[in-house]
């Protein structure tokens, strides 16, 4: 089952912060957007899988495609994406149970490491792309805070630098090194985080915001590594 649920994984992550453009996310109430989404995601997972004759896959596809229709009908925001991934989440882990022996049907299921790989590949995805979605969304009420001028997109590229960081700590065994990254950070942002006002909130909150994102995916993504027997050195 739980090779199952490392493949499901990868293939939604791939679909949904990969291969999906910021065209085709932000037009998903065009009818024809919405359907090229639900395409890409039944063609990932037939690509993982490398069948075509497995009923369940389509029938997963679908779901995906109404999890996204039924999220139209929230308001936009942090919540909504929560909510639409946690729902995301469930699909697979249904899936997982229902079938699981669904992965020992592939072609490849004979590479022993390539889930823990597939684990690895979306908990990084997840920790790094999906988290400045997370953040953006969670920062979002105070866009009109008057920043300091930097790089364009600078703050964004920092964040999923910082995020990448964190994940391959944790996954490397040596968690204390989160502790000099914020100590770094502190120094570097000092100017900024010292202000008293909006702008000094707004930089520890996003600060906090990602590194927490960073934190958990990073130790839900070795979990499922450690349970797929994936080498990894103990921490």
Request: hydrophobic share 60%; with cysteine.
């Amino acid at each position: 089952m739980t090779e199952t649920f490392a493949a499901l994984l990868f293939a939604h992550v791939m679909a949904d912060f990969v291969l999906q453009p910021d065209r085709m996310a932000q037009n998903k109430r065009h009818p024809l957007m919405l359907l090229a989404h639900g395409l890409v995601v039944l063609a990932v997972l037939l690509a993982v899988f490398g069948r075509l004759d497995i009923p369940l896959l389509y029938a997963l596809a679908l779901a995906h495609l109404a999890l996204d229709a039924a999220k139209l009908l929230l308001p936009p925001g942090l919540r909504a994406f929560l909510g639409d991934q946690a729902a995301h989440l469930a699909t697979l882990l249904i899936t997982a149970v229902v079938a699981p022996a669904l992965w020992s049907a592939a072609p490849w299921a004979g590479m022993a490491l390539l889930p823990a790989a597939m684990a690895a590949a979306a908990g990084f995805v997840l920790a790094t792309r999906a988290g400045g979605f997370a953040v953006g969304l969670l920062m979002a009420p105070w866009t009109d805070v008057a920043l300091p001028p930097g790089l364009p997109g600078g703050g964004r590229l920092i964040g999923l630098l910082e995020r990448a960081l964190i994940f391959l700590l944790v996954l490397v065994a040596q968690p204390a090194g989160i502790g000099f990254l914020i100590a770094a950070k502190s120094v570097l942002r000092f100017e900024t985080a010292k202000n008293e006002g909006p702008v000094g909130e707004y930089v520890i909150i996003g600060t906090l915001a990602s590194f927490g994102w960073g934190i958990a995916c990073a130790y839900a993504t070795r979990g499922l590594m450690v349970a797929l027997g994936a080498p990894l050195p103990a921490l």
